[in-house]
């Protein structure tokens, strides 16, 4: 505690000094010194300091998995509030050549969360620009990483109430939500973005998830893990997007015309063990592929805008691999052992075999509700994995009230999932209704 107050104390230090120099500046320049939300560092504004704060709370009613358990407790649904995401972002290009971004924040924050434990680093990086637009390298922790758009998603301007989170195929168990220790290659050769990755992949000892236990199905291999390798290339046929962070904008509601092809790859050796048929540990590449088109972009006369997504992507974890996932899990326990999602809202969100995810949104024209207007969307992840009978279909179908753009932005959702039993059978479905509110300073 005395750290972090330690911290906070420095923070406050430095938004004051800099909030002094700003006046002082004002009065000698026309311009000010505090432009577009930074804190300029030289005349022409090409250096600069940023600062940004995310808030997405949740309040949510769901039917939760056959078995479900808090604390040893039964329940079949209930009604939460949360924290799904809080973030606080700073960043600046402090040269012609040197660029530093840090975040820091929480995820899925609930009742049953540990106290005073959950805010900790998302990105510590540095990076230098060989050549502004073409090459820049950085090494740190960061989110930076191949295979698909929103492997890296900007989740201030996601198109529904969460990002297509399978993307972020080892989330938390061999990264830190997503981040990875990694150096990296990005920059923009014409239309052309890409961004090549070298990962060291987190010991899967630490993860939440870790058993210990080596048997006959295939699991994150326990061994000192091996580089991973990623990639992302895009062709940005119309509007160039920012690469100045690894994030992707989900929507622009109608500022920019965007279209862009994209492919990937996630790639490392021996990534995954099991024992085979004699008891001897047998090792694994892990491999993933994808490939996804993007529009989005303004239409009609009053400020309407569509976005639009689609992605194909091949998981390859080793034969009927499927590993659950469910965000801010309001619950801890599972006492019904034949049911393969586990506890609460899991479902199996990545398995061994190919992925058909689409989105598309609607913003309709502009002061449609006073100076509002509304954004419908819907969503699904199709996916055929070897493990399941019945293909996993998950649906998420909405509305965005969009009061004052992504910057405060009330979402209503409506999310359903499949349950499935030990042999991979679909044996039936189950719902949540959310509401968010998302306050975002950029």
Request: aromatic share 14%.
């Amino acid at each position: 505690m005395k750290n972090l107050a330690k911290n906070w104390a420095i923070i406050a230090l430095f938004l004051t000094t800099f909030g002094v120099l700003a006046q002082e500046d004002k009065k000698t320049e026309s311009n000010g010194f505090i432009k577009d939300r930074k804190f300029y560092l030289n005349e022409d504004g090409s250096n600069y300091i940023k600062f940004t704060l995310l808030t997405q709370a949740w309040l949510r009613s769901m039917d939760y998995n056959p078995g479900t358990t808090i604390f040893g407790i039964e329940k079949s649904s209930g009604t939460d509030i949360g924290i799904r995401r809080y973030r606080m972002q700073f960043y600046g290009q402090l040269t012609d050549r040197v660029f530093v971004y840090s975040q820091f924040g929480e995820n899925n924050y609930n009742n049953i969360s540990d106290r005073k434990q959950g805010f900790f680093v998302h990105d510590a990086l540095g990076e230098y620009a060989l050549d502004k637009t073409q090459l820049s390298l950085g090494i740190g922790l960061t989110a930076w990483s191949g295979l698909s758009r929103f492997a890296s998603p900007s989740v201030g301007t996601i198109l529904g109430v969460d990002a297509p989170l399978f993307q972020q195929t080892t989330n938390d168990v061999t990264d830190q939500f997503l981040r990875k220790l990694s150096i990296y290659a990005k920059g923009k050769l014409g239309k052309f973005d890409y961004r090549l990755v070298m990962s060291q992949p987190m010991a899967i000892q630490k993860s939440s998830a870790y058993t210990g236990v080596i048997n006959t199905n295939w699991a994150f291999s326990a061994a000192p893990p091996k580089m991973q390798w990623n990639g992302y290339f895009q062709y940005q046929f119309k509007d160039q997007e920012s690469n100045t962070t690894p994030y992707m904008t989900g929507t622009y509601l109608g500022k920019k015309k965007v279209l862009n092809i994209g492919a990937g790859f996630i790639y490392q050796k021996d990534a995954m063990w099991k024992l085979n048929a004699v008891g001897d540990t047998i090792n694994k590449n892990m491999v993933h592929l994808s490939v996804d088109i993007y529009y989005d972009a303004p239409i009609g006369t009053n400020g309407q805008a569509i976005s639009t997504y689609v992605s194909i992507t091949h998981y390859d974890f080793g034969d009927n691999y499927t590993r659950n996932s469910g965000p801010m899990n309001p619950a801890n326990g599972n006492n019904n052992a034949a049911i393969l999602n586990g506890s609460g809202n899991n479902f199996p969100m990545y398995g061994t075999g190919t992925i058909v995810y689409g989105q598309i949104g609607y913003k309709l024209k502009e002061n449609l509700i006073g100076k509002t207007t509304l954004m419908p969307y819907i969503s699904l992840q199709h996916a055929n994995y070897g493990r399941l009978n019945n293909s996993m279909n998950f649906y998420d179908v909405g509305v965005n009230w969009l009061l004052s753009n992504h910057t405060s932005k009330f979402t209503l959702a409506y999310q359903d999932r499949p349950v499935y039993n030990t042999q991979g059978d679909q044996i039936t479905r189950k719902g949540a209704v959310i509401a968010q509110y998302q306050i975002y300073f950029n």
